[in-house]
């Protein structure tokens, strides 16, 4: 069975709606993003499993700071059987300091590495398979330049 080819961009909007839950501090569009018993790696903090602790560790990471979260170079590749995949996607990363550091910011570049179940609940692109939750994540860096005191506010 061919994978459907619609699933790619559900893929891709998953992926996407982790950078707008993080720079609208909608946390609780996570639970759109990952499975309920996600498991991932972290620079800043480690391994975490569980949608909400990761919620919580952004949350906390992520609240001295306004940021703009930009996906660019991207590979997807979805399983033969069409109900998991892996996707590797560069991003960039703007935190911009607020108080003492407003008018400095840090800029992370790097890439997530994710592996992504199918799932049948919730809104999807018409015409895709279903939804598509990231299971497992890893996130590394390339680089970061800038103010690192922006991440610790005030």
């Given amino acids: 069975m061919a994978p459907n080819s619609l699933d790619y961009f559900e893929i891709k909007n ?41 919620a919580d560790a952004i949350q906390k990471r992520l609240s001295p700071v306004a940021s703009q979260h930009a996906l660019t170079t991207q590979q997807i590749e979805v399983a033969a059987d069409g109900k998991s995949a892996k996707a590797m996607t560069y991003f960039t990363g703007v935190h911009f300091g607020k108080g003492k550091w407003d008018g400095k910011e840090v800029t992370a570049w790097g890439k997530y590495d994710d592996q992504l179940v199918l799932v049948e609940t919730g809104d999807h692109v018409a015409g895709a398979s279903g939804s598509w939750r990231v299971s497992r994540r890893e996130v590394s860096f390339t680089k970061r330049l800038g103010e690192e005191g922006v991440m610790d506010g005030e």
Avoid: H, M, N, W
């Fill in 14 to 54: 998953t992926i996407s709606r982790y950078c707008l839950a993080l720079d609208t501090k909608d946390f609780e569009l996570l639970k759109q993003v990952f499975t309920d018993d996600v498991d991932t790696i972290y620079p800043f903090g480690g391994q975490r499993k569980g949608v909400q602790s990761v």
